[in-house]
């Protein structure tokens, strides 16, 4: 990584660790200058305005939930699986990139509405692919019967909030979070339940 590229990095590191403590409209480019111990003008030669940091930061947490998802679908081998999957990738997100997917989950709409359109298309597309999962599992039969949109928004919301509670430093790893969640869903899911 390039001294420019390593530069970037930490700047948006900062920033989303602004946005989320601040919110990004309480959050100054002097504020970030500041922490990084940088003059205002030089972080200038590095991003064009805060949006493009709000941006990348948003779209980043984006790639990385539907690359987990996606996973998820490739390697898991039944619907119940890929669900497990699914919880542990959208866990691992959150707990490696606490301020980011905080600002993804709030923070996203600030953005003027081309970037956020693009953004919403992301969103979108995740949680299609987690409606898709359930319905898999419910014609599969390993789930019964439930609306796919309702239960993949039950999941999600559950799943969502650890960014608030989880803590590195606390007893329970992300896989234990993520397995507990798979644990609690998979049972209110369970073909033959009621």
Not at 93 to 103: G, M, W
């Amino acid at each position: 990584m390039g001294r420019s590229t390593a530069r970037r990095e930490e700047i948006l590191t900062v920033a989303g660790e602004l946005f989320r403590q601040k919110g990004y409209h309480a959050t100054s480019m002097q504020d970030i200058a500041e922490r990084l111990q940088l003059q205002r003008g030089s972080l200038y030669a590095h991003i064009e305005s805060k949006e493009e940091l709000l941006f990348e930061i948003v779209d980043r947490a984006a790639d990385r939930f539907l690359a987990g998802i996606e996973q998820a679908w490739r390697e898991g081998t039944t619907a119940r699986d890929r669900l497990r999957r699914a919880l542990a990738a959208h866990m691992a997100v959150i707990a490696e990139h606490r301020d980011t997917a905080s600002v993804f989950f709030h923070e996203w709409r600030f953005l003027r509405a081309d970037l956020r359109s693009r953004i919403q298309a992301k969103r979108d597309r995740y949680e299609a692919r987690w409606r898709e999962l359930i319905a898999d599992g419910v014609a599969r039969g390993e789930f019964r019967a439930v609306d796919p949109r309702f239960a993949a928004l039950l999941a999600l919301s559950a799943v969502n909030w650890a960014y608030q509670w989880y803590s590195p430093d606390g007893p329970l790893a992300p896989d234990d979070v993520a397995a507990t969640f798979a644990e609690l869903i998979l049972k209110g899911l369970e073909a033959g339940s009621s």
